[in-house]
């Protein structure tokens, strides 16, 4: 297993935005099952047949019902205690109190995949919220919407084997140590719902876009300080043991929402740009603010 890829990934608002009249962005949930030909698995047509098996269940799952459980392999397990091991100290080291307490709370397993259930179970009990399974990235605005009802669209695969510190492509691990934890703390609860409901506001693709960029720079790869030290919350950063400490690196700038409304990325890279919360109340008060009033 190759632990020196770098450790990034592309996400659910990587502003892959459909172009063109909104009123034609495709509703389908289950819009993208393919690999890129650089997808560490692209080559592994035992992969790709884990890969169609496992996205088969999103595509029969109806919301709401129970999800059925992803029938995973030891050598996936295996590929979670790696990550697990890895993100272990990394987030003792840099992630902020409240992700701290929340993945407390859901005790995950150091050797075996949580499954979406249980994992539901869990975080529905403290805030509400729900994981429904996907089969792969869906459209930004169908994916951000769903926020506003308390579901979170949710990848159940897991990466390949030969890259456990690397993922192209939001997998169950970021989808659960990143997203699912952090709606385990109600006040990011919140704010997930609130940028589904502002999306819901939404009509100019231009102000999509925008509100996708707020997403990406807070929930996703968002910064703040707390007892002199500058701490993880965003779900990008809580995934991945590399973007935990190149976040050090970062330039990095006080949090100011019309700026990063504005503020281009590449998620082909480790960010060299992220925003920096004062504190996490400071961070709950404005955000919340500028989604109630979008
Ligand atoms: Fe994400």
């Not at 231009?206 to 300080?225: A, H, M, N, P």
Request: with cysteine.
């Amino acid at each position: 297993m190759d632990e020196h890829q770098p450790s990034i990934l592309s996400d659910h608002v990587d502003a892959r935005i459909v172009t063109g009249d909104l009123d034609e962005v495709i509703a389908d949930r289950n819009a993208i099952v393919q690999l890129d030909p650089d997808h560490p698995g692209f080559r592994d047509p035992e992969y790709r047949r884990r890969r169609n098996q496992i996205a088969q269940i999103a595509m029969n799952y109806h919301p709401g019902d129970p999800i059925p459980d992803a029938p995973y392999t030891d050598l996936e397990h295996q590929v979670w205690s790696v990550i697990w091991r890895a993100l272990r100290p990394a987030h003792q080291q840099h992630a902020c109190a409240e992700y701290l307490k929340a993945i407390e709370q859901l005790n995950f397993s150091d050797d075996r995949i949580p499954q979406l259930r249980e994992v539901n179970e869990r975080v529905r009990a403290i805030s509400g919220f729900r994981l429904e399974p996907v089969a792969g990235l869906v459209q930004p605005r169908v994916f951000l919407e769903n926020l506003a009802d308390g579901v979170f669209l949710c990848t159940q695969y897991i990466r390949h084997h030969s890259t456990p510190l690397y993922t192209p492509e939001p997998d169950v691990v970021h989808e659960i140590v990143g997203h699912g934890v952090t709606l385990a703390c109600p006040q990011l609860a919140e704010l997930n719902r609130l940028f589904g409901e502002a999306v819901k506001r939404t009509t100019s693709a231009d102000k999509l876009e925008q509100l996708s960029r707020v997403y990406w720079f807070t929930i996703e790869f968002g910064v703040l300080r707390q007892n002199g030290s500058i701490k993880a919350y965003g779900t990008g950063l809580l995934s991945s043991a590399g973007e935990m400490e190149e976040m050090h690196k970062a330039d990095l700038r006080r949090l100011d929402l019309a700026a990063a409304s504005n503020e281009k990325y590449d998620p082909t890279h480790f960010q060299p740009v992220l925003f920096c919360a004062d504190s996490f109340d400071d961070l709950y008060q404005r955000l919340r603010e500028f989604l109630v009033n979008w």
